[in-house]
């Protein structure tokens, strides 16, 4: 492991803080953490909670485990992430269960769950065991920060689609037929699966522009 | 494919005859929205425009023959879509879907819009075509008690003058159109003929066993989405096995799954679901009957890439 690696090694803060919203988005380009993603993301509420939680899961372990990666065995490292990220999940459904009593009771297992959210242990294995505090803070920002539009645009589709609302509130016109499927798991899976590919088809798109802009350029 | 559509002729006539405006509405916006939604994925997909190929058009039928005549417009323009963008193209387009597109769509909207879509949407209680007043036959035979079968009732399921979805009353015309598609060989006679038999059997055994059921072997044969599934949705050439062996398996797993689902499931049918489970395994049962070549000791090795297809 890495305690002989440099400050300088790895990229820098702030394109940690880019890469991780859309570049390696933890759902759309790295497919991390699809459990929660698809099991909270039927309403923006549940979904924009769970987002929170991550974040400040993310961010603690990250800031943590980057101070203390002096100290870190190579043959113990998942240990000590994994007892790390215990520590602030449980923070996190506590805090849930005390100020947000439904929002908790309505996420049920997933807050615990976070603790084997693969974000998280990914980013520290990655980011925080081999870089700067700073560094690991912008990391799990930009980490967060893509989950959370990942968990946004998931739950848009299914929530509008589903009942019709955004954050509890009526968009749809009256007469809009709630598409039930949307709200169960299948409809999880599909709006994942067709937001992801138009993840794909976008950045395929901008690749292909950036590659013929280039090839201009160059006969200019 | 244009074998299909005529095969189909008989069914839209006899759904035509028999709901009128009810059936009129379903298939042109289900014939439309899977036209369109075609167009939209092709031009997406940036591939030359496969309406020519006219599956679309037989997907949009079938669905459109699988609704109740009671449905909005807009089961069947979401079901059109979820058929062609979910069921197909999503796959990769013709040829490439494991599931039968049309069955797709259905399911999609009978999740979706389960009330739009389950058993008392199919009665139209005030409406001016007596068909649609009352409860389709399968329905009714579930809440009616050990009164035996009612023999009357099987000329009009035989004739398609029953409450239903809009393409599946009339076993004549399904047999007729289902006849000319196996004779110009567009479908494999072994999945109608596999389904038709283990449907009759099953149904048979029933009969043997508690005679007092509303339902005979012939009220199974005639009622429901039997016949239309059978000879239109279970033979796709694209979601059913490849070897003629295959086929007899596929064709009797759907036939066995339609009368557990009927005897034993919430739903009256179950085509849809039987259907759609049968195509889950097909790529199995290709594989499991790779013929041997001529000659050859061993069976030829599957290769990877062809999704376990010979």
């Known amino acids: 492991m890495s305690k002989h690696i440099g400050q300088g090694d790895g990229p820098a803060p702030l394109e940690r803080l880019i890469n991780g919203i859309l570049p390696e988005n933890p759902v759309y380009r790295q497919i991390l953490g699809i459990c929660p993603t698809l099991a909270v993301s039927n309403s923006m509420e549940s979904a924009m909670t769970m987002a929170g939680a991550v974040a400040f899961v993310l961010l603690g372990s990250n ?128 709006a994942l699966g067709l937001l992801m590919g138009a993840v794909n088809w976008i950045a395929a798109a901008w690749a292909a522009k950036s590659a013929g802009g280039g090839e201009e350029a160059k006969k200019a | 494919m244009i074998d299909v559509l005529i095969g189909l002729a008989p069914v839209l006539v006899a759904a035509v005859a028999v709901f009128r405006w009810y059936a009129l509405k379903q298939i042109v916006v289900c014939l439309a929205c899977c036209l369109l939604a075609e167009a939209i994925f092709s031009a997406m997909r940036r591939r030359a425009m496969s309406l020519g190929d006219f599956s679309a058009a037989v997907t949009g039928m079938i669905l459109a023959f699988s609704l109740p005549p009671s449905a909005p417009w807009y089961v069947g323009a979401v079901g059109s879509f979820a058929a062609i963008g979910l069921g197909k193209c999503a796959f990769g387009g013709l040829g490439q879907n494991i599931f039968n597109p049309a069955m797709v769509g259905r399911a999609f909207v009978m999740i979706c819009f389960a009330s739009a879509m389950g058993a008392s949407a199919y009665v139209i209680p005030g409406a001016s075509l007596d068909v649609v007043t009352q409860a389709t036959p399968l329905t009714a035979a579930k809440s009616a008690g050990g009164a035996g079968p009612d023999w009357s009732m099987l000329w009009p399921l035989f004739v398609g003058n029953v409450n239903g979805s809009v393409g599946e009353t009339s076993a004549l015309a399904c047999l007729l159109g289902g006849l000319y598609l196996c004779f110009r060989r567009a479908a494999k006679w072994e999945i109608p003929l596999a389904m038709l038999a283990t449907v009759a059997t099953v149904a048979g055994l029933g009969d043997w066993l508690g005679p007092r059921h509303p339902l005979s072997v012939l009220h199974h044969l005639t009622g429901g989405a039997v016949m239309l599934g059978a000879f239109f949705i279970a033979t796709d050439p694209v979601s059913s096995p490849l070897t003629s062996g295959g086929r007899w398996f596929f064709g009797a797993g759907v036939g066995a799954l339609v009368m557990l689902m009927r005897a034993y499931s919430g739903y009256p049918e179950g085509v849809m679901f039987s259907v759609l489970l049968m195509n889950a395994l097909t790529p199995l049962i290709n594989r499991a009957t790779i013929p041997r070549p001529l000659g050859g000791s061993h069976r030829a090795i599957p290769s990877q890439t062809t999704n376990g297809a010979p």
């Not at chain 1, 005390?98 to 980011?127: D, F, Q, T, W």
């Not at chain 1, 645009?153 to 009526?170: D, K, P, S, Y």
Request: aromatic share 10%; net charge positive.
């Open chain 1, 63 to 190: 800031l943590v485990v980057s101070l203390i990666r002096g100290l870190l065995k190579p043959h113990l490292r998942i240990l000590v992430f994994t007892l790390t990220i215990a520590t602030f999940v449980t923070i996190a459904d506590r805090f849930l269960a005390a100020y947000m009593h439904e929002m908790s009771r309505k996420l049920g297992p997933y807050v615990p769950l976070i603790i084997v959210n693969c974000i998280i242990i990914a980013r520290c294995e990655v980011c925080a065991a081999k870089q700067s505090v700073f560094t690991a803070a912008a990391d799990a920002i930009g980490q967060s920060l893509g989950f959370a539009l990942a968990m946004a645009t998931i739950a848009t589709v299914r929530e509008l689609l589903g009942f019709g609302t955004w954050f509890g509130l009526a968009v749809m016109p009256k007469a809009w037929p709630a598409w039930v499927v949307m709200i169960l798991p299948p409809g999880a899976f599909l």
